[in-house]
């Protein structure tokens, strides 16, 4: 029974992680029989899952939501509760967890009924919510949809503003949503630019309804990351410099994770391109890296490292 139950759960887990699952597919995952796959689903169902078959060679199973919420051991208004919950948390509330709080919003409001969720909408759109200062907001809405277009494996349409304020139409395979620096960025696939690109959550206004189905593209955990700081760093650094550190590659990366580009030069030093809206905040963010550098270019970082150097010195009088 207990090997019943844990393998109800890991379905139920399966199922919730994409949209379409086909019964070889199930069955390879939890290492059972199609024939134990079927029994499965049909225990959920009458467990209140709403689990959606469809016949064929390419049919399969799809969690779907009911007419009632399935039994979470949450009641209707703790589901209500939970959801606002999340959608807060999303917009960073609680620091660390902005992801994790989109991945569960997803989950659970593809089971809610639509009373709730006309409840959570309700509430959430009377909710103030104070962002930090220069921190724009982003609808829970919004999160939502993007995160449900990338599970369900669908073509996302929006209108978006660049950093510059140019207004276009964008049509894209989205396959992740990050949150970095108190920002959402969305990667995705541009089949117009036939490349990767990253996008300010806040600045989409999704379109309904979605596009085609995708066949989602490999892009490593690393590699995202990577995008989404260079592809920050190009669009908004108004101001950019190349320096020369005393330290290896390793190292440069693991002190200055934003840099545009880091070369090696030699064993011990390394080419680094770097950026900042003002030679100011650059002067600050390089001496914070506390490694020794030469600016190969930028003489406006040279002049305000110098009067930053001669301001240190008038601080720490004679000593």
Known sequence: MLETSA???RLLSLLQLHRDWTGRVLAER????????????????????PVHATPGVAGGY?????????PLLLDDDEAVAVAVGLATAANGAVTGI????????????QVLPSRLRNRVAALTSATVHVPGV????????????????????ERLRFGYETHSGTPSRRDVEPHRLVHWRGHWYLVGWDPG??????????RIVPK????PRFTARVLPEAEIAERVQRG????????????RMAASESEIRAKIPAALSVEPDGPDHCVVQVGSDTPQMLTCYLGLADVEFEVLDAPELAEQLLATAERFRRAAGHR
């Open 232 to 243: 920050v760093g190009a669009a908004t650094w108004r101001f950019r410099a190349t320096v």
């Open 134 to 153: 220069g921190r724009p907001t982003v609808d829970a809405a919004v999160l939502t949809a993007v995160a449900g277009a990338i599970r369900a494996g």
């Open 62 to 70: 799809r969690l779907g939501a009911g007419s009632a919420l399935p």
């Open 7 to 9: 393998r109800l759960l």
């Open 193 to 202: 630019r036939d490349d990767w690109r990253t996008f300010r959550v806040d």
């Open 98 to 109: 902005e992801e994790t709080s989109v991945r569960a919003l997803v989950k659970l409001q």
């Open 208 to 211: 309904t309804p979605n596009g």
């Open 30 to 49: 939890l290492g059972v029989s199609t024939r134990t796959i079927r029994t499965d689903i049909e225990r959920l169902r009458t467990l209140g899952y």
